[in-house]
């Protein structure tokens, strides 16, 4: 079955770009839309954004200006830049599917990672 | 920008039932998504499309969607089910969460 797995720098420093890569693994990534979602500590879940495997992409509006969501299909892999981040960036960050349809959930999802800015 | 309000927290003793709401305007017309999350884990889906169960999830979770508020429905309440619930929506093929309800059982 899918399974996603998210990777990158445990710690980011304030002002700069916080960089994560999902890699998609037990099938492929085409035909679906792939997610970001994050968790600061103790808090809800926040949708970041989301790319179909074609490179179409929307974002939540509260992040779009600071939001990049890149996907690369050779690889399998899809990945998330977030500039300029403060110590308010710092959460758990997971990777999910979403099959593009309303009625559809976010059904894979991967164990998240945790992401600290701080100096 | 649309919103979805849960209630902090719902508490039930164990064979109990637990509802948990999930308030939006007009949710009625949306589909609405329900995940499980417990403690240092990822979010589960536990029923999507208002009301369907994905393959692997108890009946005891059922759930339901009409005017300004979705239902999630815990029967027969088990210690295991002690987590967080979201529901989730799209709107404007934009994701919204809820603001999450924390399960206790008694």
């Known amino acids: 079955q899918v399974q996603l797995q998210e990777s990158g720098p445990g710690l980011v420093k304030p002002s700069e770009t916080l960089s994560l890569t999902c890699t998609v693994s037990?099938?492929?990534?085409?035909?679906?839309?792939w997610s970001w979602i994050r968790q600061p500590p103790g808090k809800g879940l926040e949708w970041i954004g989301y790319?179909?495997?074609?490179?179409?992409?929307n974002y939540n509006p509260s992040l779009k200006s600071r939001v990049t969501i890149s996907v690369d299909t050779s690889k399998n892999q899809f990945s998330l830049k977030l500039s300029s981040v403060t110590a308010a960036d710092t959460a758990v960050y997971y990777c999910?599917?979403?099959?593009?349809?309303?009625?559809?959930?976010?059904?894979?999802w991967g164990k998240g990672t945790t992401v600290t800015v701080s100096s | 920008s649309y919103v979805l309000t849960q209630p902090p927290s719902v508490s039930v003793a164990p064979g109990k039932t637990a509802r948990i709401t999930c308030g939006g305007n007009?949710?009625?017309?949306?589909?609405v998504h329900w995940y499980q999350q417990k403690p240092g884990q990822a979010p589960v889906l536990v029923v999507y499309?208002?009301?369907d169960r994905p393959s692997g999830i108890p009946e005891r979770f059922s759930g339901s969607n009409s005017g300004n508020t979705a239902t999630l429905t815990i029967s027969r309440v088990e210690a295991g089910d002690e987590a967080d619930y979201y529901c989730?929506?799209?709107?404007?093929?934009?994701?919204?969460f809820g603001t999450g309800t924390k399960v206790t059982v008694l």
């Open positions: 999910a599917r979403w099959p593009g349809s309303m009625l559809s959930p976010m059904d894979v």
């Open positions: 037990g099938g492929s990534i085409s035909s679906y839309y």
């Open positions: 790319i179909y495997y074609s490179g179409s992409t």
């Open positions: 007009n949710i009625g017309s949306k589909s």
């Open positions: 499309d208002d009301s």
């Open positions: 989730q929506v799209w709107d404007s093929s934009s994701g919204v």
